[in-house]
Structures are given as structure tokens and as C-alpha cells.
């Protein structure tokens, strides 16, 4: 047998072994006879929804949140188990059931050495958008980046349908991976909009719907408190919270201006509004409509992920009215999905794995921490690395927890032991700054199976070719952002989201066990028994009928 043959021989066994271990662990391994796999495969993400939020604000919830929750199985201690706890390795991390260090999708926006840049994680200058509301073309976005396939596009790969719906390409794309039947994100200038990586143009269901429900329709619009002031938290206006762009701290918010017209600044004040959830939620299910998803014989999928809580929490953080108001206006958009799903693909022919993309911290002045600006990362850098290397920009860019290097400097660093050790005690100086790493100590497996879960947790956002030279960690409750508040830590606030499945198959009920939302892909795939690539994940088989 020839050395090519051979390779592809093992590739075949590889195949087939991943393919039995997720038979294996579906129910239909299971003793006795296992009733008829579901058709639909639906994934939701509410972005920036922390656990506790659940425990905190649940007893307004009235619909969609509160029906999950009664008839669904929870897993009460989910988490992440990373650092990145941003919206694109989160969603990558849900829709792939890897983690970052395997899927690639390390942060929002990562520094490329090659291009000198440091574009979005969906960002494609191969693509084009395709508009549906006649904005000009721009750089498209699709899954280059994604290193491994989501399960929307293994769904289709055996004959499904893949929808995924969102504000954010980020968010739609790593739901459905490098192709899909649909996908579509708002274009902040004003309109949705999908890419040639997906579609050769405007699919005409999305059209027609689009075309018949107009966003600039709710210009007229005003967020109000949905329930009496007394069913809130806390008070409605902190001088702490942030501003938006026509609005102030406290409620009513009015979407438009007096004597105005639609523009980017309304466009910016609809997204953070539960209008624009409640937009999402009826194109998910239109689409579920038109593409008949979970009426057909093959298996199809869905992922929806509503962005409006991230817009509103980093704004108005997560104790304010604002947070408070946006749950309870999703409870009853989730209600109307879920109704939806019922009447048209039927109990139990559907099942959903609910979950977040990261949690939130509180706002810094509140809680008697503070900010640390990338600008003081690199000027602390740069004192110490100019007496060494002489004049000039050692620090090629700073992104978030990583911070890269020219190559003349990274070269000296990773050779010169005690330079690159003032350099870490320089950043571990820094007020609000606790851990510091060289890179490559973190792109091990040993540093993945760290018992230090902070290491480890480092290690488990590292990927070799795209993460930095240095990866920098802040203490507790500070932000490394000079917003109103953020998130992308390794602390409890920010991993812990609900972890959630409802429908066909599942076991209604709190779980304690350990659960990450890498599980969601492996279990749903178990559920609809749809082989797919091997995952971090496993199949939380406790919560299965």
C-alpha cells in the first residue's frame, strides 16, 4: 500500500471512529427502543447572559425563559473553562463544541502578523455583503477562520437545512460554520445583510419578509419599562452607568428624535432595544416557515442568537432597569418561539440547547475596582523594552489579553530569559493587572490539563499562529476596556451561563454535574443521531430520556 494510501486509509478510520463514538453516546445506544429522532436541531444564544441572571431577575419571567427553565434540563454549574470569554469564541465554542485553542476563533479580533492588521474573526476580503435594504457592497464576511466545522453546515453536509439569524456576523456565522442554506446579520449602516460565501444573491423569502417589515417602521417607537418601576431592582438611574447616543441614564428611551429620520445613531439606539430581539425572533421563524425547517425527512437546524442584552449590558450594566426590562421583553419573544415551534413542527419533533456566549462584569465604580487601557499596557511595555532593544515600536498591537510583538523583539524575548522576565513583572505591575504569560508556555497540552484552572484556562484561549506573544489576565472585578463595563475573563462572572436543553429527548431538571457550553453541539447531535466531528464536549447523557 503506497505512504498516500495509507494516509488515507487512517483518515477513513479516523471518520468512522468519531462517527461510531457519537452514535455511541446517543440515546440510540441507549437500552430499549428509542422513540424517532427529532427533525430540528435548534441552538439559541442570548449574548452576555449571565447565570445568575436566571436567579436574579427570574421571577418576572412569565413566558419563554420561565418555560425553559420549568420544562427543561439545567445544568446549574455551566461554565467556560477559558479565558476569551467573548461573543466570537463563545458562539464558535457553542456551534462547534471545540474549544479556542482548537477552533481558532481566540477573540473577537485578533493581530495578524502577516497583514499588519487586526480584522474581525468573520471578516473575509474574498467575500462581498450581499444587502437586502440596497447598501452599497462591502468586505463580506463568512468562516475562513474557523478552523473546524459547526454543526449547522455537518446538519446540511447530510441533507438538512441550516439557518442561522443575528445582529452580528460573528454570531450568525460560527453557528452555522462555511455554509448553510441562510444566514443573515444587520449591517450597522442600516439594513440586513448575508455574503457571497454563503449565497450568490438575496434569497427571496429573506427579501420578501424584509421588504414587508421595514425596521425604520419603529422609528416612531419608545422603550419604556414593561411592568410597574417597583417590580425592579435597584434604581433606575446611577451615575455610574453609561450613555448611548440620544438617551440618558434612566428610562423612557425613545428610538427616534423629534423632527428626525432614520440614521446611524438610531440604528445604533434600535439594536440596543428588545425591538431588535423581537426582529430577530420573527425572522427565525419565517425562515422556519418558508424552508419548512423540520417538516421534511432529513434533519435541519436553526441557530438564532439574540445580541440586544450584550448592547444594552455594556452600556447600563448588569444591575440597571435597562438589563432588567430587556429579560423580561426576551422571556416573551422566547414565549412566541417556542409557541411557534410547537404549532408548526410539532412537540417533540424539535429539540434546543440553550446557552450564552460569556457573562458580564460588574461596573468597575460600583464595585470599587477600576479599567486598565490598553494604552498603559503598551507604554509600560515599551519602557522596558526600549533600554534593551534600542528606539522604536516593540509592541506591534495590544488586543484585549494579547500583545504582540514586533518580530525583532519576540525573536530577543523568547532567547533573553531575563528580559523577557522583567517584561512579565512589568505587566504584572500594572494597577488592575494579575497574570502574565509568554505565549508558548500556553500552547501546550500539559498547559491545557493544567491543574492551575487559571493557567488553564489561558492555555485553552491560546492557539499558536494567532495568539500573542504575551497574554496579560486582570484581577478580580477590574476590565480591561475603558467602557462602562465588559467581559473576557476567567472569572466566575463572566464563564458561568446557563447551559440548557428542552424538547425531544431531554430530561426535565437541575443538574449539578459538570457542564461547559462545548456540551450543546455533542448532546443535540446525540439527540437528532447526526454524526459529526470529534469535540471538546461530551453528551451530558444524565439529562437524556
Request: neutral net charge; proline residues 6%; contains cysteine.
Amino acid at each position: 500500500m503506497s505512504i498516500r494510501a495509507c494516509g488515507t486509509f487512517r483518515r477513513a478510520i479516523a471518520v468512522a471512529a468519531a462517527t461510531i463514538a457519537v452514535f455511541t453516546a446517543s440515546p440510540s445506544g441507549l437500552s430499549g427502543q428509542q422513540p424517532a429522532p427529532p427533525k430540528l436541531v435548534v441552538i439559541v444564544v442570548v449574548d452576555q447572559l449571565r447565570a445568575d441572571y436566571l436567579d436574579w431577575y427570574g421571577g418576572n419571567f412569565t413566558a419563554g425563559l420561565q418555560r425553559l427553565m420549568r420544562d427543561g434540563a439545567i445544568f446549574t454549574k455551566a461554565a467556560y473553562p477559558y479565558l476569551n470569554t467573548v461573543t466570537c469564541a463563545g458562539h464558535a465554542t457553542i456551534g462547534t463544541g471545540t474549544f479556542p485553542y482548537r477552533h481558532g476563533m481566540i477573540l473577537n479580533n485578533w493581530f495578524d502578523r502577516k497583514t499588519g492588521k487586526a480584522p474581525y474573526c468573520t471578516d473575509d476580503p474574498e467575500m462581498s455583503e450581499i444587502s437586502y435594504n440596497g447598501l452599497s457592497s462591502v468586505q463580506g464576511d463568512s468562516a475562513k477562520r474557523l478552523l473546524v466545522p459547526a454543526i449547522g453546515e455537518q446538519i446540511m453536509t447530510r441533507g438538512g437545512r441550516s439557518v442561522a439569524v443575528s445582529l452580528k456576523p460573528r454570531s450568525a456565522v460560527t453557528l452555522v460554520g462555511h455554509k448553510a442554506t441562510s444566514v443573515l446579520w444587520f449591517d450597522d449602516r442600516g439594513g440586513w445583510t448575508t455574503s457571497t460565501a454563503f449565497t450568490d444573491g438575496p434569497v427571496p423569502f429573506v427579501r420578501q419578509f424584509i421588504d414587508a417589515n421595514a425596521i425604520t417602521a419603529d422609528y416612531d417607537k419608545v422603550w419604556d419599562r414593561s411592568l410597574p418601576p417597583a417590580a425592579y431592582q435597584g434604581e433606575d438611574e446611577v451615575p455610574s452607568e453609561g450613555i448611548t447616543s440620544g438617551w440618558t441614564r434612566s428610562f423612557p428611551h425613545p428610538l427616534g428624535q423629534p423632527g428626525g429620520k432614520p440614521d446611524a445613531q438610531f440604528y445604533g439606539r434600535w439594536q440596543r432595544s428588545p425591538f431588535a430581539d423581537e426582529y430577530v425572533a420573527r425572522l427565525a421563524m419565517a425562515s422556519i416557515d418558508a424552508l419548512q425547517l423540520g417538516r421534511r425527512d432529513a434533519t435541519d437546524f436553526i441557530g438564532i442568537s439574540f445580541s440586544g442584552v450584550d448592547g444594552v449590558g455594556h452600556v447600563f450594566g448588569p444591575r440597571s432597569h435597562e438589563i432588567q426590562d430587556m429579560l423580561i421583553r426576551l422571556d416573551r419573544t422566547v414565549g412566541q418561539l417556542l409557541d411557534h415551534l410547537d404549532k408548526t413542527v410539532g412537540v417533540g419533533n424539535y429539540v434546543i440547547g440553550f446557552s450564552a456566549d460569556h457573562g458580564v462584569a460588574e461596573i468597575p465604580d460600583q464595585v470599587g475596582a477600576g479599567r486598565v487601557a490598553s494604552k498603559t499596557v503598551i507604554e509600560t511595555l515599551q519602557n522596558v523594552l526600549v533600554p534593551a532593544l534600542g528606539p522604536g515600536t516593540h509592541v506591534a498591537n495590544s488586543s484585549y489579553t494579547n500583545i504582540y510583538l514586533s518580530d525583532a523583539a519576540r525573536v530577543r524575548l523568547k532567547n533573553d530569559a531575563k528580559l523577557r522576565g522583567r517584561a512579565l513583572d512589568a505587566l504584572r505591575s500594572i494597577e488592575g493587572i494579575k497574570y502574565a504569560w509568554w505565549g508558548e508556555e500556553l500552547g501546550t497540552e500539559s498547559a491545557r490539563k493544567s491543574s492551575d484552572p487559571v493557567r488553564r484556562a489561558a492555555a485553552l484561549s491560546h492557539h499558536p499562529e494567532r495568539s500573542g506573544d504575551l497574554i496579560i489576565a486582570p484581577a478580580e472585578k477590574w476590565i480591561l476596556s475603558t467602557s462602562t463595563t465588559t467581559h473576557g475573563t476567567h472569572y466566575q462572572y463572566d464563564q458561568r451561563v446557563p447551559v440548557l436543553l428542552f424538547g425531544a429527548s431531554v430530561r426535565p431538571g437541575r443538574y449539578v454535574g459538570a457542564a461547559t457550553p462545548a456540551d450543546i453541539t455533542p448532546t443535540l447531535a446525540a439527540i437528532a443521531h447526526v454524526p459529526i466531528a470529534p469535540t471538546d464536549g461530551r453528551v451530558l447523557k444524565e439529562a437524556l430520556k
